[in-house]
């Protein structure tokens, strides 16, 4: 989260996808009524499990993690432990995520492969 933006991880994952990379998404994980607010982090996350408030920094921010911890030690999705609260998309994937395949529909894909060029010398483009 930075002062205007939250961040997600296609955004400041480096290095960036592209350059000489072709890829087909064949499973996605869908979290329902997902939104931005505080939750509890992933039992995934390192150093995520609490027992009170004092064992999460307020403002940490782990890159694995899902979010900045608000200083809260909050019960998690299921079971009885508990985990730091994050600031960030809520559920976290992990809490209530539905995992789907798309290969099946794999061989209905139409592929547009478009090219540019640029030769900034002779300030041409195509």
């Not at 961040?7 to 009524?33: A, C, L, M, N, Q």
């Not at 890159?63 to 432990?81: E, Q």
Request: glycine letters at 8%; aromatic letters at 10%; hydrophobic letters at 30%.
């Amino acid at each position: 989260m930075s002062e205007h933006k939250v961040w997600d991880v296609e955004e400041y994952v480096k290095p960036p996808e592209g350059g000489s990379v072709f890829s087909i998404i064949t499973r996605i994980e869908v979290t329902p009524f997902q939104t931005l607010g505080t939750c509890a982090e992933s039992m995934r996350v390192s150093n995520a499990t609490c027992d009170s408030d004092e064992d999460c920094v307020a403002g940490q921010l782990d890159m694995l993690g899902n979010g900045l911890r608000t200083g809260r030690c909050v019960p998690y999705y299921h079971g009885s432990s508990k985990t730091c609260e994050v600031s960030g998309w809520c559920p976290v994937e992990d809490g209530a995520s539905v995992s789907q395949f798309l290969g099946t529909m794999a061989p209905n894909f139409t592929i547009l492969i478009k090219n540019s060029i640029h030769y900034p010398k002779f300030q041409f483009s195509k």
